[in-house]
């Protein structure tokens, strides 16, 4: 009974401040809309030039199809010579495909052109992606030249995509933008929590109370947890009804490494909160704890490149509560499986979870005592 009061105060605090129910509640939902359209590995309206300094029908018909192609936009034709460097120097492009007569190799060489692509490097993911596309319009419209002659490729590997059939990054980003934003909304909760009892000269009020030490942890937690499962509902109902990511598995999956993500992440928090002195410290220290956490979990870039660049950081990926509730999500989302699927993950952040519960409570009892 002592411990609901607890609770109820903590959350009468929260909502006694209506400018912080609009951060709690409102801000995830703008910026999951907001986010959802922004962070996308999709790549679409690449500005292009085209030089064609070939007279082939050929040439016109692979840039028709360029210009046709929502994947690009063609800003610039020019049948003359250009400084193909100084054009992507000045930034107004991200490529510059050129069209020359062939020297005449092989049967239909006469009628084909080389095409030379050159791409601005400077943002690496995009340019791939971007070359690749042109490859792939130039290869479509070679195989249909050759099938009007009666002639196949003899081998060509074909993609059967599972899951994710339209390739929408967006079904992928979305769920992983609910974790991030659950772990921002509940760790700045926490992290504030006893630094803002001391700054306030409340925190030996609580300690004379008969509360004991556990049921002080346990309440200074338990509204964080209901304002982050609360805010989850919320962006699982944005990122299904806005961007029509289908939901494939169980919501009580979902709740369930939910919590057990909290256990571990709070408890995380509250050692925070107890280490720092003022809430400025608490703000640098959840800060720099959300760009690590983000970074190492998969969410922007594959952990196989870390694994492959920098193999000793690899340990951190594995200590990250995160990358395993993202990975869970999507398994729900996207593939639709069980815990028979996942259960390494859940036994993992099970593991962090109750580590880092211990560690933050061993560390809480200490803070009282000082």
Do not use: C
């Not at 339209?166 to 504030?192: C, D, W």
């Amino acid at each position: 009974m002592r411990l609901f009061y607890l609770v109820k105060k903590e959350i009468l605090e929260v909502v006694r401040q209506r400018e912080l129910l609009v951060l709690l509640f409102l801000a995830p939902l703008i910026q999951i809309i907001i986010l959802g359209y922004v962070i996308t590995t999709d790549i679409k309206n690449v500005p292009v030039e085209v030089v064609n300094l070939s007279n082939s029908r050929a040439a016109a018909e692979i840039l028709g199809r360029l210009q046709a192609s929502p994947l690009f936009r063609v800003v610039k034709v020019s049948d003359r010579p250009e400084q193909a460097e100084e054009v992507l120097r000045r930034g107004k492009v991200r490529a510059v495909v050129e069209f020359r007569d062939s020297p005449g190799r092989g049967r239909f060489a006469w009628t084909l052109p080389e095409v030379h692509i050159l791409m601005d490097g400077i943002d690496a993911n995009s340019s791939q992606i971007a070359a690749g596309y042109v490859n792939g319009i130039i290869k479509e419209y070679l195989q249909e030249k050759l099938r009007r002659v009666g002639l196949e490729i003899p081998a060509e590997a074909k993609a059967l995509i599972r899951y994710n059939p339209r390739l929408r990054s967006i079904n992928t980003m979305g769920p992983g933008i609910v974790a991030l934003l659950l772990t921002v909304l509940s760790m700045f909760i926490t992290a504030f929590s006893f630094v803002r009892e001391r700054e306030q000269h409340t925190m030996d009020t609580l300690l004379m109370s008969r509360l004991k030490p556990i049921e002080i942890f346990v309440g200074k937690a338990m509204p964080a947890v209901l304002i982050g499962l609360l805010d989850m509902v919320l962006g699982i109902a944005v990122v299904i009804l806005w961007f029509r990511i289908p939901l494939r598995g169980s919501v009580l999956y979902l709740f369930l490494a939910s919590l057990l993500y909290l256990a571990a992440i709070l408890s995380y928090a509250l050692i925070i909160s107890t280490v720092v002195v003022n809430q400025s410290q608490a703000m640098f220290f959840t800060w720099f704890s959300l760009v690590l956490f983000l970074l190492l979990s998969g969410f922007l870039t594959p952990l196989e490149s870390i694994r492959v660049r920098a193999p000793a950081l690899m340990v951190l990926t594995e200590v990250n509560p995160l990358r395993y509730l993202i990975k869970i999500i999507r398994e729900i989302f996207l593939k639709g499986n069980g815990p028979g699927f996942f259960w390494r993950d859940l036994a993992a952040l099970a593991g962090i979870a109750a580590a880092l519960t211990s560690l933050s409570l061993m560390n809480f009892k200490r803070f009282i005592s000082k």
